[in-house]
């Protein structure tokens, strides 16, 4: 086993502060719209073992904003359908030239066994339940769209926090960039434990209590096929947690709404809030593509 | 048999100037043991054995005791031989100080009939120590219908279980356990409620919620302990053993079945006493066993527990796995560790040095309180007229354990490169040294 190769982003977890403000400030300068062939010549393969829309096509927009070739594997219609383990669709990725790998897999830790096999940079797009690394940054890029500085700032987190790869993936980031952050929903989704995750992190099942003054409201997709298989019903959920305008309310004036999507309207938030003015989660798919570029960039030693 | 072999057999072996550490006859002291024919002839105090032998064994510093018994190891025959083959998995018993293994039935197939239990005891397995077949609880192991425990038992079975998946009914479990008693058979059960941990691949806690990983809560093994207990105090003269006990309150559980006088005995693993869940790190597979490694309350009561003589026996669950089963995504890697070449080193280092528990108590949990578990007549202690199985180690021997060096045919521990003291010097079995290091 060997450490990642360098430019791997695996997680926020064990990025610190001042990697996490370089990779923000990178992305400030990339402008999709005006291509920057800082990646001519690259090759990056985006591995995707999970269904995805916004990921995967930002992620593919900004290799090719910044000049890199692309190439798509997904689980059906590759060798992976015949049984190819992991490790060896990395090692085939290499050897055709891959220079990096931008990998989705359903499986937590997936990307961080390619980066201890493979000599090229690796980058989660998404692992199991695990992180999201990438939305956690176009999500602090979002946040700094609308505020001065995420220092200070409080975030209130709803929903379902156990299974949230964004979920995890937030709360590294926000709180190493101090942001106080809430975790709000029914402790089937918000277990006591989930307090371990990173420092100073607070737990209420109150909505009411949660939004009281916050800045950034973060809501998570709930998955009714998950409610099935617990005690609380769809119901109960949309009852106690869905966020409606006058909920809203409660939060500071000028507070965002934030949601990584796909939003399911009518159940963790009403369509008001959704089209809302407060809602910025059009702007969080928008902001996917610079965010990413920054990424792909300093994978691949660009970042300068 | 060739010339030399027909003398090594035969030959008589006397092993001079240790220190004899054998819990079961009460001694902790100097003292020389003769082996004639497979058996111990005399134990005397140095210089006092009045046979002759023809070879002698130089014990100087070193600590002689009963062979060590493993209650609880996989060696994948039949059907699994790319893992571990029986010679493999018993030559890397032997160089981890084992005169005997007992095996899990899990294999394919499952050893559900005497004639498989026949075939793991006939010579041309190659076994360089004593094993010992445990045979399936249930046809197939899957958990419906009785094995014939009286054909098993016959065949030389020492024991029933369907390890690796519990026996959850409720019915077929008191049925198991009332079928032992008319035997006075011990049932094995790997407690975990299963309707708990589907698709789980670590301990439920911090770790596991940082990780990602669905997780396997403590509960779904201190449930099946808890009602296994129950059960053993209902059913008179039935045998309970449960395998690789992880948790704080399983050992309650098992505490109140001793308490009641019940015939519970339980093992724990090295790896439970030594690590803990947060031990994964990033999703590495060679700390990935089930049961999985627990909090640090639960190794904790575990450690109180071996010292105070709740724990029975220290077993390794060997279970070696091809790396191609291991290099994978962590939910996709096989459950098992292999553990047979450093639970000595793991016990002296740990339990000893760190925990201060009694080199005695510790030769206790490899001998005397295994020997009980399953009743292996004539081992876990050298009375004379007892089989001629000896551990010789060294308690302050420095070594480091290479992965890579291993008899095992597989590679996944996770104490590669691990500094140990303690280390296995001699193994003898039958009054044979089938192990031996300088």
Known sequence: MNKPARGSLLGIEHLDAKEILGLLKLARRMNPLKARPLLRGKRIALLFYEASTRTRSSFEFAAKSLGAMTTLVQSSGSSIEKGESLLDTGYTLRAVGADAIVIRHPSAGAPHLMAQHLDIPIINAGDGMHEHPSQALLDAFTILKHKKSLKGLQATIIGDILHSRVARSACHLLTKLGVKITLCGPPEFVPEVAATLAPGLRITRQIEEGLRGTDVVMLLRVQKERLAGQKIRVQDYIARYQMTAARLK??????????????????????????????VIVEEVHNGVPTRMAILARALGKAK | MTAKSQRETSASLL???????????????????????????????????????????????????????????????PGQSYKETIASGTAAAAAGGFTSVCTMPNTAPVVDTAEWVTWLRSPERGAVVNVFPIGAATRGSRGQTLSDFAALQRAGAIAVTDDG???????????????????????????????????????????????GLRAM????????????????????????????????????????????????????????????????????????????????????????????????????????????EKQVEFERAAFGITGLETALALAITKLHREHK???????????????????????????????????????????TFEAAKSLSLSRNTPFDGWQFTGKVVATIVGGKIVHRTD
């Not at chain 2, 209902?234 to 009641?260: D, P, W």
């Not at chain 2, 007549?377 to 000896?390: C, E, I, K, Q, W």
Request: proline residues 6%; charged residues 25%.
């Open chain 2, 217 to 324: 809560p403590g509960a779904a093994e201190a449930g099946i302990v808890d009602r296994d207990v129950t059960l053993a105090q209902q059913i008179r003269e039935s045998r309970l053993h449960v395998a690789h006990l992880s948790t704080s309150n399983a050992l309650k559980s098992v505490r109140r079945g001793k308490r009641a006088k019940a015939r519970v005995t339980c093992e724990v693993t090295p790896h439970h006493f030594t690590l803990l869940d947060e031990n994964v790190g990033e999703y590495d597979t060679n700390f990935k066993m089930n049961p999985p490694l627990r909090s640090a309350g639960d190794r904790e009561a575990i450690l109180v527990a071996l010292a105070d003589g709740t724990v029975d026996a220290i077993a390794t669950d060997h279970a070696p796995h091809a790396l191609h």
């Open chain 2, 165 to 211: 998946k519990p026996i959850l009914d409720d019915d077929i479990m008191r049925m198991a356990l009332r079928l032992g008693a008319e035997l006075n058979f011990p049932v094995v059960q790997h407690a975990e409620d299963t309707r708990l941990t589907e698709n789980c691949s670590m301990h439920e806690g911090a770790t596991s919620f940082r990780l």
């Open chain 1, 250 to 279: 409660l939060a500071k004036r000028d507070a965002i709404v934030m949601h990584p999507g796909p939003i399911i309207r009518g159940l963790e938030l009403t369509a008001e809030i959704a089209d809302g003015p407060q809602s």
């Open chain 2, 357 to 399: 528990i009694p080199l005695t108590r510790i030769v206790e949990l490899f001998t005397a309180g295994p020997a009980r578990v399953f009743d292996l007549r004539g081992r876990g202690s050298l009375a004379r007229g007892n089989f001629a199985d000896v551990t010789i180690f060294d308690p302050r021997k420095r070594w």
């Open chain 2, 15 to 77: 092993i001079k100037g240790g220190q004899l550490i054998d819990p079961a006859a009460k001694i902790n002291a100097p003292m020389d043991v003769l082996l004639r024919d497979g058996r111990v002839a005399e134990v005397a105090l140095p210089n006092k054995v009045r046979g002759s032998a023809d070879e002698k064994f130089d014990a100087r510093g070193l600590i002689v005791a009963p062979g060590f018994i493993d209650l609880h190891v996989h060696l994948r025959e």
